[in-house]
């Protein structure tokens, strides 16, 4: 099993910046792609970022892509997302998630999930 525990949401300005980071625990010997999916309410769960193994494979949702920045450290078993340049747009629930599959665009590739963290964007 393995376990991913998200932080670091809250809420942020239009223009501002937020830095979400994933803990991750359990069989952290696996070699796992990371990923970054949003929800906002009504929606469906949406692809964001994902990164694999080494952190040099990375793949961004066109709409985040300048603003927003995947990393890994392996040693700390933490992912990190940087998020810039904050629209309302951004408003969503934010899951890591870990996979050992190659689709990295689709949730249900997907093996293990955080339980969310809430960002919210205001005007």
């Known amino acids: 099993q393995v376990q991913l525990v998200e932080s670091g949401g809250g809420l942020v300005q239009a223009g501002g910046a937020l830095r979400l980071s994933c803990a991750v625990s359990?069989?952290?010997?696996?070699?796992?792609?990371m990923g970054w999916f949003r929800q906002a309410p009504g929606k469906e769960r949406e692809f964001v970022t994902a990164?694999?193994?080494?952190?040099?494979?990375?793949y961004y949702l066109d709409s985040v892509k300048g603003r927003f920045t995947i990393s890994r450290d392996n040693a700390k078993n933490t992912v990190y997302l940087q998020m810039n340049s904050l629209k309302p747009g951004d408003t969503a629930v934010y899951y890591c998630?870990?996979?050992?599959?190659?689709?990295?665009?689709?949730?249900?590739?997907?093996?293990?999930w955080g339980q969310g963290t809430q960002v919210t964007v205001s005007s």
């Open positions: 359990g069989r952290t010997r696996i070699n796992y792609a």
């Open positions: 998630a870990a996979t050992m599959g190659t689709s990295w665009w689709s949730p249900g590739e997907y093996h293990y």
């Open positions: 990164i694999g193994l080494s952190g040099r494979s990375t």
